[in-house]
């Protein structure tokens, strides 16, 4: 093996390893919470008040949808404009299908909204389509913008997140947050509870409900959601909720079944409000355990890898 190379693959094994095995030693701040990860602070600031694992990459699914409407809002293309449903031009690796019928036509305004409220995918590609340079256009934007924002550790490859290669750590959505809620676009349609979107050409409305419940719930006081999911990433759930009259921007991470990451935002509330840790049920905490465990077996492995290439 050429030296060079030698020496590019312990550089970057020695960095992986020491990222892996510095996010599976580190300790949770805060409420027993069964996500794998997990980024909690209030929304003006950059500080965070409870953290687990919050500078580990993972996969986030549909949170990607969050870095989406904020390229979209900056292109400054009118939200009215009615835009053509057309079929993806490239293979997703996944089940992606969509209600919206190939050829009509909804405002993009819209197909923002349903993208945010309700996770409509191909609305996300639909976005993409229609920017500015196409496709990879959009997504060199959303890096460029992540980049903008210090989010560091994530990449982008895809505008909703049916790739498990976009990723990104709790700490980097935690700043993604705190950026789209600048965004009063991205405030109101996030939070929509319900949405009849009405199409042309051919003309016909369907029905679009929020992927968060806690919307419905006045007394969190949502101002921004997104919920995520892919078997790789796990349950995934970001959302800016009033505590006590402080907003406060919520990350989770991996979680086990639809309803955790919502129990782990009630953990998290109990605890900034009086230190009650709570607890877990159990088959969400077994769920918890058995992802940290495959991630200390792959930071097993990579360490083997590390001493194998030097």
């Known amino acids: 093996m050429p030296r060079l190379r030698r020496i590019l693959i312990v550089i970057s094994l020695a960095l ?5 095995s510095h996010a599976a030693g580190e300790s949770l701040t805060g409420p027993n919470l069964a996500s794998v990860n997990a980024a909690v602070g209030p929304l003006h600031g950059d500080s965070m008040r409870i953290g687990k694992h919050a500078d580990r990459v993972v ?10 409407a ?31 019928r190939i050829g009509s036509e909804l405002t993009r305004g819209d197909l923002l909204r349903i993208a945010l409220m309700s996770s409509e995918n191909l609305a996300s590609d639909v976005l993409a389509m229609h920017y500015p340079g196409g496709r990879h256009a959009f997504v060199a934007a959303m890096n460029e913008k992540a980049a903008t924002l210090g989010m560091h550790s994530s990449r ?20 993604l947050v705190r950026a789209a809620h600048r965004y009063p676009v991205i405030r109101d349609y996030s939070t929509t509870r319900g949405f009849q979107a009405r199409f042309r050409s051919p003309r016909y409305d369907l029905q679009y409900g929020n992927t968060n419940a806690l919307v419905h719930a006045d007394s969190w006081g949502v101002s921004l959601s997104k919920t995520g999911y892919i078997n790789e ?38 605890w900034l409000r009086s230190g009650d840790r709570g607890s877990v049920a159990g088959a969400a905490l077994d769920y918890e355990r058995s992802r940290s465990a495959e991630i200390r077996q792959r930071s097993v492995l990579s360490s083997a890898e590390f001493k194998e290439a030097l």
Request: hydrophobic letters at 45%; a negative charge; aromatic letters at 6%.
């Open 156 to 175: 982008f490859v895809d505008p909703h997140g049916l790739s498990e290669e976009n990723i990104a750590s709790a700490a980097d959505l935690l700043a």
């Open 70 to 100: 904020m390229v979209v809002l900056d292109a400054g293309q009118p939200l009215d404009e009615w835009l053509t449903i057309r079929e993806r031009d490239y293979a997703v690796n996944r089940n992606a299908y969509s209600r919206m």
């Open 59 to 68: 996969p986030i699914a549909s949170i990607t949808k969050l870095m989406m």
């Open 16 to 20: 992986l390893v020491a990222a892996t």
């Open 233 to 270: 990433a796990g349950r995934c759930l970001v959302m800016v909720a009033n505590v006590d009259g402080e907003p406060t921007a919520m990350v989770f991470l991996d979680s086990f079944g639809s309803r955790t990451p919502l129990g782990d935002a009630s953990r998290a509330r109990q």
